[in-house]
């Protein structure tokens, strides 16, 4: 099992991916629909089982990390990160830790994250988005019309909330997809 890092990790899938050479029209027409729209990974290959789907979860996913309204994208990124901690997803927290810094320059912020989780030092503004994400992740249930009071306070709108909101139900669902249908190594690791 690999850890939190913010060097590339490794996905490997419990059941073979679909494999290019033989996928059905629909697979081959689903793989299309990446995030990255570059790179037909494992993950995306073991989600192609169910083509439909993972084209509905892809636009989804895309609509919601790609948008050009609303949440800027560095916060969207940490948002992601943020999320995929909480849910123990290393993979996830890698890719978004590497996205953040590369749109941001704060690696200090990844690395609070790294080494004191949610409770670590952090600007106000960063804190009170880090806290939200917490209570969104863990206990859904009891988000009230009093829970985005912190993120308003620290200028987020409500469009921005809202968007905050759905970055953390796509990484939930994203991260319960990715621990059972495979594991994460280091890219050093032997399988």
């Not at 089982?49 to 949440?71: F, V």
């Not at 209570?135 to 019309?145: F, G, Q, T, Y």
């Not at 921005?160 to 970055?167: F, S, Y």
Request: with cysteine; hydrophobic share 40%; glycine share 6%.
């Amino acid at each position: 099992m690999a850890r939190f890092s913010v060097k590339p990790l490794r996905w490997e899938p419990y059941l073979p991916p679909v494999d290019v050479a033989v996928a059905t029209a629909a697979q081959l027409a689903a793989m299309q629909v990446t995030p990255s729209g570059i790179k037909i990974s494992p993950y995306v290959r073991t989600l192609a089982h169910d083509p439909q789907s993972y084209i509905a979860r892809t636009q989804l996913y895309n609509h919601i990390m790609y948008a050009k309204e609303g949440l800027a994208q560095h916060d969207r990124e940490l948002v992601a990160l943020v999320t995929s901690l909480i849910n123990g997803c290393v993979y996830c927290a890698s890719v978004h830790a590497r996205k953040y810094i590369s749109l941001t320059d704060r690696g200090d912020i990844v690395q609070e994250l790294y080494v004191h989780g949610i409770g670590g030092t952090f600007d106000t503004r960063i804190k009170a988005l880090i806290d939200f994400c917490y209570h969104l992740a863990v206990s859904p249930v009891k988000i009230d019309e009093k829970s985005g009071e912190s993120l308003k306070n620290h200028g987020f709108t409500c469009s921005e909330i809202v968007d905050v909101i759905k970055t953390v139900a796509i990484f939930s669902m994203a991260n319960r997809l990715m621990h059972t249908l495979g594991h994460a190594r280091s890219a050093q690791d032997r399988a």
